[in-house]
């Protein structure tokens, strides 16, 4: 196997937490200090931020490869990290959370499962995200489809973590046009889903159960308005 060799050069400049400093990377210069939060100038990019855009671009291409592979349509990605700092100020300060949430420009909403099985796939095989400690929480959130075909047919969750089915659904919904539905399939009652989309939503869709258990649930959602 190859071994290859990066190499980044970092300057700093000033004193305490006012210092600014620089990165000379990829034949470019990109200034960096301590974020205002932190005490800083907050001028330019932050250790923290530098270190997100590396698991996010790594990812990012990352999934692109895998949706090819997996025949996922796409014309563009655009990826979201959300980086959470714990126990700040002070020496047991800690990166505890990072959450990728990707959109992908010209997918299908029809496979919208899909989509998310391939988004959870990419955070395992990104070799960056694979060197970040253990102790660091590295999730991924729903994937939002722009510029698809409004959904329609049949949208099955139950191979999906019931933590992200929601998400999901919501997402796919809002992308019904007027008067079209789609098919709903669980594998327990959806019900408390009825009563969200009641409450955030008023009667803009009906709620018709075509199958009620034990072991599969069918609901059919239409946008009324």
Known sequence: MAELTFEVVTRFTGSGREAVGSVETGGQVVPWSAPS??????????PEELLAGAVATCYTGTLGALL????????????????????????????SRLVVTPEVDGGDSHRLV?????????????????????????EVGGVGLLGATPAAGELDVRPLPPAQRHQLIFSTIEE??????????????????RYQL????????????????????????????
């Open 68 to 95: 090819t592979r997996d025949q996922l349509p796409w014309n563009r990605l655009q990826v979201r990290l959300q980086e959470t700092v714990a126990d700040h100020p002070g020496p047991e300060a800690r990166i």
């Open 114 to 138: 899909e989509y998310q099985r391939t988004a959870e796939l990419a955070r395992d095989h990104c070799f960056i995200g694979r060197h970040l400690r253990s102790d660091i929480a590295y």
């Open 176 to 193: 019904l046009e007027i008067g079209t539905a789609l098919t709903l399939v669980n594998d327990h009652d959806p019900l408390p889903l």
């Open 37 to 46: 939060g932190m005490g800083g100038s907050g001028e330019g990019s932050s």
């Open 198 to 225: 009641e409450a955030t939503r008023g009667d803009r869709f009906s709620w018709d159960y075509l199958e009620s258990g034990p072991k599969t649930w069918k609901v059919r959602i239409g946008r009324q308005s």
